[in-house]
């Protein structure tokens, strides 16, 4: 029982692994290569996307009925947990990335 719970966790596991890795490749791509953002700075904020969107696909995964989730070997409650947790580090990882460097609209004097 415990190796059958322990080859699930490990498939469940390597199934987010690769969702995020594929979400990171896909902001690379975008903002690195598409709007040409080099600086050392802009790293964290491609990264930042990859938890964004890895966290808030988990979280609408939870969504899908238990029969869907039941034959590709996922838990709602696994999923919305780390789902969640993506989404408590791309939070506090937004207010951290907050400069005029990245976001020079919101430190505008005036915004008309």
Not at 17 to 45: D, M, Q, T, V
């Amino acid at each position: 029982m415990s190796s059958d719970i322990k080859r699930l966790a490990s498939k469940t596991n390597k199934s987010i692994l690769f969702i995020f890795i594929s979400f990171y490749i896909y902001a690379i791509i975008r903002y690195h290569f598409g709007k040409e953002l080099f600086e050392w700075y802009h790293y964290p904020f491609v990264l930042n996307k990859a938890f964004a969107w890895t966290g808030g696909t988990l979280l609408v995964l939870t969504l899908l009925p238990n029969s869907i989730l039941n034959h590709y070997s996922f838990s709602k409650k696994w999923l919305g947990n780390t789902g969640y947790s993506f989404s408590m580090i791309h939070i506090p990882l937004n207010f951290l990335l907050l400069s005029p460097n990245l976001f020079p609209k919101f430190y505008k004097v005036s915004f008309w």
